[in-house]
């Protein structure tokens, strides 16, 4: 491909996979003239994410010169306006923003195009019309388990949004069924992340000899557990019931625990529930890591002796260096974890763990780290494989 090549995705706010998603379709396509773009100006580079531009103003001042457009992948196909736009907000302004909002209902409309810079009402899907110049757009394994229960109106733009792109590729059989049910021609490929360990290892290992990382192996010689969820799991019951399964793994297995956050942004990981979870908990053998560079949270994962957590991303980086791996039910919505179950549905074998609730954390991640190590290694050099092989056809669907 020639042309200039915009990179779209919601990586305009710190989310662990979404930061990683821009990385991955970038070093694959070495040598072009690419372009990143979020719904809004966004610089991410000192948690290792890019400089980001807003795609409506990128478009308005774009010349005539054609340009193709790569979604880079993630949950895009049931984002919402409101959830984009409440997920672009600086953490510390979230509450006074909402309950601003929730006394002046008439101004939500005007607020929420504002931020995500459209009247878009699913935003990281693109209409053509708002960017004449380019000649092709594809969905990079895209997501949007929950399509089917979206508003109407949001989700047929976004049927006719995917009806109008040159290619599209998906990361789960659910999302793949409901487009097929809409008559959307589609392919199933796994999520870009399982591209981590083959593209980034040299500079995963370089984050783990220094900084935060570097005091982690240090701390545990013997090994320790990667565990991660988000704020829904924040009430008190839940956070008691976390704290007692981890003792367990670590009673049983002598591995300690590091708690890290795959998310800062809005609605993502709180710092905060993760210290009452490591005070709660008995064995000594605990840390909170606060880093939030994507590069140490990659090296956090594959240093670990298995991932634990509420993040897809979280799993998916396990996959690739062949760890254990589970995902975690909030306590709150079976909703929540919907997109975890279909991701592990598709690509895993069928005698490796997937979702749980957290009471039976213990007994699932005892069962993901009996696994046999040859298995986990086949999986994650299948789905590299495999995506590979899609990424390089999309390329030539492009060209």
């Not at 457009?69 to 984009?84: D, K, M, R, T, Y």
């Not at 949004?161 to 409901?178: C, E, K, M, P």
């Not at 210290?275 to 140490?296: F, G, H, K, P, Y």
């Amino acid at each position: 491909m020639t042309r200039p090549i915009i990179l779209f995705g919601a990586f305009d706010r710190h989310n662990f996979g979404d930061l990683l998603l821009a990385h991955i379709a970038a070093a694959l396509l070495p040598g072009q003239e690419l372009v990143f773009a979020g719904l809004a100006n966004r610089d991410l580079r000192a948690d290792g994410g890019h400089q980001v531009q807003a795609l409506t103003q990128l478009a308005a001042d774009w010349d005539a010169h054609p340009a193709t457009l790569i979604h880079v992948g993630g949950e895009i196909l049931s984002c919402s306006a409101w959830q984009a736009a409440v997920m672009l907000l600086p953490p510390d302004e979230l509450q006074a923003t909402l309950a601003y909002l929730e006394a002046r209902p008439l101004e939500q409309a005007a607020w929420v195009q504002r931020m995500v810079g459209s009247a878009a009402l699913a935003p990281y899907t693109l209409s053509r019309s708002l960017f004449p110049a380019l000649t092709r757009v594809a969905y990079l394994a895209a997501g949007g388990v929950q399509l089917d229960t979206c508003e109407p109106a949001l989700r047929a733009e976004v049927l006719a949004n995917l009806q109008a792109a040159d290619a599209v590729s998906v990361r789960d059989g659910q999302t793949l069924a409901h487009l097929a049910a809409a008559g959307i021609t589609a392919h199933l490929l796994p999520d870009p992340a399982v591209m981590v360990a083959e593209l980034f290892d040299a500079r995963i290992r370089q984050h783990a000899a220094g900084g935060e990382m570097a005091q982690v192996l240090r701390t545990f010689p013997q090994g320790y557990l990667a565990v991660q969820f988000s704020a829904d799991f924040g009430d008190d019951a839940t956070l008691t019931t976390m704290a007692q399964q981890l003792d367990q793994v670590a009673a049983a297995t002598g591995l300690g625990v590091v708690l890290f956050r795959a998310g800062a942004a809005p609605w993502h990981d709180d710092l905060a529930c993760l210290q009452r979870v490591a005070a709660r908990m008995r064995t000594a053998a605990v840390q909170v890591a606060e880093s939030l560079n994507i590069w140490d949270l990659c090296a956090l994962i594959a240093y670990s002796r298995g991932y634990c957590g509420s993040s897809l991303h979280g799993r998916i980086v396990a996959m690739a260096y062949a760890l254990p791996r589970i995902n975690l039910r909030p306590p709150t919505s079976m909703q929540q974890a919907a997109k975890q179950a279909a991701f592990a549905a598709t690509w895993e074998d069928a005698n490796v763990p997937t979702t749980v609730d957290v009471q039976h954390l213990a007994a699932a991640m005892q069962q993901a780290l009996a696994l046999p190590s040859s298995a986990l290694q086949d999986t994650a050099e299948r789905l590299a494989a495999q995506y590979r092989r899609g990424f390089e056809a999309l390329r030539a669907q492009l060209a």
